[in-house]
């Protein structure tokens, strides 16, 4: 028995020995295999402060032309069109007749109305003479009266319907908009066709309040389209709004003369070159910052010891440098090199 006890004995502890070791080589084996410890990585690069500098800014908008005059053509009366005297793309003149309705059914409303009229104008007179007998009372008297009233002014609508059957052009230009046919029905109030006056044109500019008080009334304006990219055009100041919009803006409003050798048209596209430039104080930055085009410019601004991604506006480029209009300060500290390493927020080395 004890000669068993002794061997059970030195089993058990032969086993804890084994496990002991096991632990203790397990143990080692996942120190090992444990990542080693990375300390916080700055990445270099360099950098830039923005600066603010006076720079010789030139005035130079883009717009786009607007007709002189423009002018819808309208239905004064309901018919039927009997007569159109105009085509699509006609130079008509002010007071030319375009267009005649159909008057046949108001006229037979008109005599309708108009006997109407005769016969309560007799029983008027009829119904007067009862009152004075006391033969017929003053509420029969008045309601004849106002019946009376209507159908006479029932006949005047008429009347008038008749003569603005002939449509005429309310200014000179040209047939821009034609919606109806010979032989179509309108409603009175209807648009029939449309005029646009080229002979002048006029283009909308907007300008900043340090802009606007550059300019005057009568300034005389160099005008350019990409149409005719060798000729320029002679535009006037004619117009500059007392006050500013919701972006504190103010426009502006050039007339030209549309010449013939060069005709323009609505909605072409022009750069007006006030022919000056101002000395303005600006933000620029090297043209390097940027992380992406003009279009959708952002940087990386430099804070402590990271860089935090910006979206900003950029405006004209002076050189090796470009200016910008929102998103960033004079004394900000834009990153100008290594942003290919960086993401919003990562750690920086900024090299001297």
């Given at each position: 028995?004890?000669?068993?006890?002794?061997?059970?004995?030195?089993?058990?502890?032969?086993?804890?020995?084994?496990?002991?070791?096991?632990?203790?080589?397990?143990?080692?084996?996942?120190?090992?295999?444990?990542?080693?410890?990375?300390?916080?990585?700055?990445?270099?690069?360099?950098a830039a402060t923005v600066t603010e500098e006076i720079q010789e800014?030139?005035?130079?908008?883009?717009?786009?032309?607007?007709?002189?005059?423009?002018?819808?053509?309208?239905?004064?009366?309901?018919?039927?069109?009997?007569?159109?005297?105009?085509?699509?793309?006609?130079?008509?003149?002010?007071?030319?007749?375009?267009?005649?309705?159909?008057?046949r059914l108001i006229k037979l409303d008109l005599q309708k109305s108009e006997s109407n009229v005769l016969k309560l104008k007799r029983d008027l007179q009829t119904y007067t003479d009862l009152l004075e007998g006391n033969a017929a009372t003053q509420e029969k008297v008045n309601e004849i009266r106002?019946?009376?009233?209507?159908?006479?002014?029932?006949?005047?609508?008429?009347r008038r319907q008749i003569a603005d059957?002939?449509?005429?052009?309310?200014?000179?230009?040209?047939?821009?908009?034609?919606?109806?046919?010979?032989?179509?029905?309108?409603?009175?109030?209807?648009?029939?066709?449309?005029?646009?006056?080229?002979?002048?044109?006029?283009?909308?500019?907007?300008?900043?309040?340090?802009?606007?008080?550059?300019?005057?009334?009568?300034?005389?304006?160099?005008?350019?389209?990409d149409v005719y990219p060798d000729k320029s055009f002679l535009g006037t100041v004619t117009f500059i709004s007392p006050q500013a919009n919701q972006v504190h803006n103010y426009q502006v409003e050039i007339t030209a003369a549309n010449e013939k050798d060069a005709p323009l048209r609505s909605g072409t596209f022009v750069y007006a070159n006030f022919s000056r430039k101002?000395?303005?104080?600006?933000?620029?930055?090297?043209?390097?910052?940027?992380?992406?085009?003009?279009?959708?410019?952002s940087v990386y601004v430099v804070q402590k010891d990271k860089a935090l991604l910006r979206s900003i506006k950029v405006g004209t480029e002076y050189g090796?440098?470009?200016?910008?209009?929102?998103?960033?300060?004079a004394?900000?500290?834009?990153?100008?090199?290594?942003?290919?390493?960086l993401k919003d927020g990562t750690l920086i080395n900024v090299s001297k």
């Open positions: 028995m004890k000669k068993k006890l002794i061997i059970t004995l030195v089993c058990i502890g032969i086993t804890g020995l084994i496990i002991i070791k096991l632990v203790t080589n397990k143990e080692k084996i996942d120190q090992k295999n444990q990542p080693a410890q990375i300390e916080n990585v700055h990445i270099p690069v360099t800014v030139e005035l130079i908008k883009t717009g786009k032309l607007a007709p002189f005059k423009e002018a819808k053509i309208v239905s004064t009366s309901s018919g039927n069109v009997q007569r159109l005297l105009f085509n699509l793309g006609d130079h008509v003149h002010q007071g030319q007749t375009l267009a005649i309705i159909d008057t106002q019946n009376y009233n209507d159908a006479v002014n029932l006949s005047q609508q008429l059957a002939n449509i005429k052009a309310p200014t000179s230009g040209i047939i821009g908009i034609k919606t109806v046919e010979e032989g179509m029905y309108v409603t009175a109030g209807e648009e029939i066709a449309s005029i646009v006056n080229l002979s002048q044109l006029k283009v909308q500019v907007y300008f900043t309040e340090a802009e606007v008080y550059q300019i005057v009334v009568g300034q005389k304006i160099k005008l350019r389209t101002t000395a303005q104080k600006i933000l620029l930055i090297p043209r390097e910052a940027l992380n992406e085009s003009t279009q959708n410019a090796k440098k470009i200016q910008v209009t929102d998103g960033l300060q004394g900000n500290v834009v990153i100008t090199s290594g942003q290919i390493n």
